[in-house]
């Protein structure tokens, strides 16, 4: 009988061991999975702004991207001009109206951005119901190309489902800061030659 009882607990120790283990595998293919997808927002996220070198294209992609991978709800799009310190609007989504102020370069949040090219992202989404304003919106992403502020992208308010920052959300401000300026200004100097061939000129004396 005693013997029985060993084995009774050996067979019950190494059933622990395996639920354990068979909980740990299953822990680490949701992480997997999880990554997986992630990659993959990322990928679909790049490949949509370098899809088309159409203006139009690029920013329709832009707002696609902050509503539906972002969950951004009222959103707007700045790009920088050579005419001063003023930043207008270029594009925006979801804000209930047309009266969308313009930015001073150095004042406020977005102005700043332009200076510092520094990201500010609001920690807490919950918290506050994801409501920002212009003068202090949930986010704003600075778009570089070459190290040079460009634009920028102020998310101003959030879809109400949107409580918190995913790691993804992060890497996908990241990309959006990175890629869209270069996105956009590609659009923009082969709308001056609108054809493939002709935009190669000169190549291979720049090399």
């Keep these: ?13 190494h059933s622990e061991t395996l639920e354990a283990k068979r909980r740990s595998f299953e822990g680490r293919q949701e992480e997997i999975e999880q990554e997986v997808n992630d990659l993959a927002n990322l990928y679909i996220a790049s490949h949509q702004l370098h899809n088309s ?3 139009r294209r690029v920013i329709r992609h832009l707002r696609d991207l902050c509503g539906q991978l972002v969950g951004a709800l009222g959103f707007v799009i700045y790009v920088r001009t050579d005419d001063g310190a003023v930043v207008k609007p270029l594009a925006w989504e979801g804000l209930g109206t047309d009266d969308i102020p313009s930015v001073t370069i150095g004042e406020g949040v977005t102005g700043d951005a332009f200076v510092t090219g520094i990201p500010h ?21 600075p778009l570089l190309v070459q190290e040079k502020v460009v634009g920028a992208i102020a998310i101003i308010t959030m879809l109400e489902q949107k409580e918190r920052w995913a790691s993804v959300d992060r890497e996908l401000l990241t990309l959006l800061g990175a890629q869209a300026g270069v996105a956009l200004v590609a659009a923009n100097l082969f709308a001056a030659v609108e054809d493939p061939v002709r935009a190669l000129h000169g190549l291979d004396e720049r090399l």
Excluded: H, M, N, W
């Design 121 to 141: 992202v609001r920690e807490g989404i919950a918290a506050e119901g994801g409501q920002g304003t212009f003068d202090d919106p949930v986010a704003v992403i």
């Design 1 to 13: 009988i005693e013997k029985l009882e060993e084995e009774r607990a050996a067979l019950l120790r």
């Design 53 to 55: 070198l159409s203006v």
